[in-house]
């Protein structure tokens, strides 16, 4: 079993350790059962950093998975899981975060999470997820009061730490001018053909762990791409090292100095997603990769909605710094 890196950040309880590579639990559509079994397995390879959030409907077989893993010796307690969970756009009210949180808890059956995010900048008015998005059910997020219900349910020690999903400076710096709890974590997209440079180094100057998701490209899914995979710079680097694309691709970000959740439900795949700390990029290989051209950026979210409104370019501009 791979024993994976560990950073610290920010937490009620002073530093706390936050494991490097997680397990996304996104989008996930084979079942329950299915995925308390990928939990259960990941948790044999080595992952003990599973990411969550309520939208994605997994937070439930995520808790029982842990609970199998409990059940059959591979853990000794919860303690030794670090579970990240989302706040849905639909609860971005000040009023709401409570509640939300406490919902989650209960999906997951657990007395607490290690980090909750603020999953978009934005606040929709829709009770349920529906496709696509009509644009007159998206709102400005009134971030003060929603930051403020984040740190309620960190002073509650209903989680260990708070942070953003999907948020570029200008809006950091807006909760960074009224925060008592800094945020702790920023979960963004990040990889070879997206490279965050501007965001790693604004975050890592305010103590800002970024969590980079779709390190692969996410290809497959209706906001993804097979871009990082057929990347020929990074096709070539694997060729000469003998590694995958995707082994480049996740120790280039973690050389970065940041976290990263992948997903995969092959067990030899998961297992190769760990296979990247004895061995490094040369100044060569990193230098090429830094000379890839950077993508036109997609917003995520924008693969749901009817148009985009006022909002929704706000956001796009945000996230398409480099």
Known sequence: MVSIPETTISSSNGRRPIPLIGMGMAMLVEGSDKVKATVVEAIKVGYRHFDTAALYGTEKALGEGITEALRQGLINSRAEIFVTTKLWCNSAEGHLVLPAIKQSLQNLGLDYVDLYLIHWPLKLNQEEFKLPIPKECIAAINIKDVWEGMEKCQNLGLTKSIGVSNFAPRKIEEILSFAKIPPAVNQVEMNPLWQQKKLNEFCKKNDILITAYSPLGASGTKWGHNRVMECEVLQDIAKSKGKTVAQISLRWIYEQGVSFVVKSFNTERM??????????????????????????????IGSFVTEPNDVMAEIDADLSFQ
């Open 271 to 300: 297992k190769q997603n760990l296979e990247i700390f004895d061995w490094s990029l040369t100044e060569e290989e990193l230098n090429k990769i830094s000379q890839i051209p950077q993508r036109k950026h997609v917003y995520l």
